[in-house]
């Protein structure tokens, strides 16, 4: 099982999350599989269909109760996921589940009354999600520090309980293969040659000779080099290629990196040592070099997915980072807390961007399509001249006295914040 942690604004900002695309085709039916609404009414419902739950503020009164002390996001979102190698688990199980993992955060624990809000909603196969506050029925505020590590190990022990976790695949080694055990080292000499040293069977020997290197036997031993006529723009290239056919027959290569074509480069970067920072450089040049706002949205949900996107994986790998530090010195809670806040802030800039590969998609929309949008938002603000007629209407005791209206005021504009801002200065 593996759990993933979010936080948001409030729990109605969550219903296009869990309720899926406005699509029918694809809308999501999600449930309500168990809950536990502390000193809130009693016969809200336990299970069907969450939106009364969601929409209705039920999980968010603690925090309005507290005001200002509230955290500015409440919400605390946790889906888990099972594998998909492993069957599913049942409504029941999976309720179980929920109120095991908001015991081991400390937002529910057994016997507490005290405890925070949550509800549990499943709206696929294989996953749950679990919808809390984090501030008590008390009024205090629970500590989320290091919820995802408390977490995700309960998941780990319930996984196992439940017999979901599979032993450790057989590793096959060289020795299985006959295969020695010294590491291949490919390098560049202080002389400028290349050379491999490790080889010492008749296969490896045979693939550096296919590669392009010559064979040498002395009182040094086996050794293999590159014919000094090789061109320099070529060393790399038969370097890399040797490299690549060694370890496809499971030896193991330590390659120079100034030899290694396949790893990406930059000039702050000469060696390639930083790839993840080179994968995402990649994903910028794809941004970049979009034609159309569908390959533009298709990049740009590599950033966003709210599952495996960089986002979410940066957030994941900040957390841990905290973690970690906490798990080498206990004391330096400063280092950790730095790590956790801007976790918090991919976090929200995640949640700000939640919806903004559908609003790219939608550029690529006919005219025609994004103009009827526009005059519907613009339907949606100003009211129907049927609601403007009642507005204006002379009310009965001024038609008593005969007093009539004559002009009809403008079609209202819209104003900027700083056009009003100006006329506020002005009186």
């Known amino acids: 099982m593996i759990a993933h942690l979010q936080r ?55 925090a309005a109760r507290v005001g200002t002390r509230a955290p500015e996001r409440p919400v605390w979102l946790c889906s888990v996921r099972s594998d998909p190698r492993q069957p599913d688990l049942s409504d029941a199980q999976w309720a179980d589940v929920t109120r095991r993992l908001v015991a081991a955060a400390g937002l529910a ?35 989320s520090y290091r919820d995802a590590f408390h977490v995700q190990a309960e998941c ?16 096959t080694t060289a020795k299985d293969y006959r295969m020695p055990a010294p590491v291949i080292t490919i390098s560049i000499e202080p002389s400028g040659s290349v050379s491999a040293r490790g080889s010492s069977d008749d296969l490896s020997a045979t693939l550096l000779r296919t590669a392009g290197f010559r064979q040498t036997e002395d009182w040094h031993g086996r050794r293999h080099r590159l014919p000094t006529t090789t061109a320099h723009t070529d060393r790399a290239a038969i370097a890399t290629h040797a490299t690549e056919m060694l370890r496809a ?12 074509l396949n790893r990406l480069t930059t000039p702050t970067d000469p060696n390639g040592l930083r790839v993840t920072g080179q994968q995402v450089l990649q994903l910028t040049d794809r941004i970049r070099g979009a034609a159309t706002a569908a390959q533009a949205a298709e990049a740009i949900d590599q950033l966003l997915d709210p599952d495996d996107g960089v986002l979410a994986r940066l957030q994941e790998a900040l957390e841990a980072a ?16 730095r790590f956790s806040t801007a976790a918090g802030w991919v976090g929200t800039a995640e949640a700000e961007l939640v919806d903004a590969v559908g609003d790219l998609r939608s550029l690529s929309a006919p005219p025609d399509t994004r103009e009827l949008a526009r005059q519907e938002q613009t339907a949606a603000v100003y009211p129907s001249p049927a609601v403007t ?29 700083a056009a009003v801002s100006g006329a506020g200065r002005g009186r």
């Open 322 to 337: 905290a973690e970690k530090v906490t798990d080498l010195d206990p004391d330096e809670h400063e280092l950790s807390d």
């Open 249 to 260: 027959a499971r030896y193991s290569v330590d390659l120079d990196p100034k030899l290694d």
């Open 8 to 62: 948001a604004a409030t729990t109605a900002a969550l219903i296009p999350v869990l309720y899926g695309p406005e699509d029918p085709r694809y809308r999501l039916r999600p449930r309500l599989i168990a809950a536990d609404y502390r000193g809130a009414d009693k016969q809200l419902p336990l299970f069907g269909d969450p939106q009364e739950v969601l929409g209705g503020g039920v999980l968010d009164a603690p």
């Open 156 to 171: 780990s022990r319930i996984a196992t309980e439940l017999g979901l976790t599979r032993s450790a695949p057989s590793i």
């Open 389 to 417: 007629s009642a507005a204006l209407a002379v009310s009965p005791t001024a038609a008593a006295v005969g007093l009539r209206t004559t002009a009809r005021p403008a079609a209202p504009v819209p104003m900027s914040a």
């Open 109 to 143: 624990p057994d016997g507490d009354p005290e405890g925070c809000r949550w509800a549990a909603i499943r709206n696929l196969d294989r996953s749950v999600h679990i919808v809390a506050t984090v501030v008590r029925e008390d009024g205090r505020i629970h500590s």
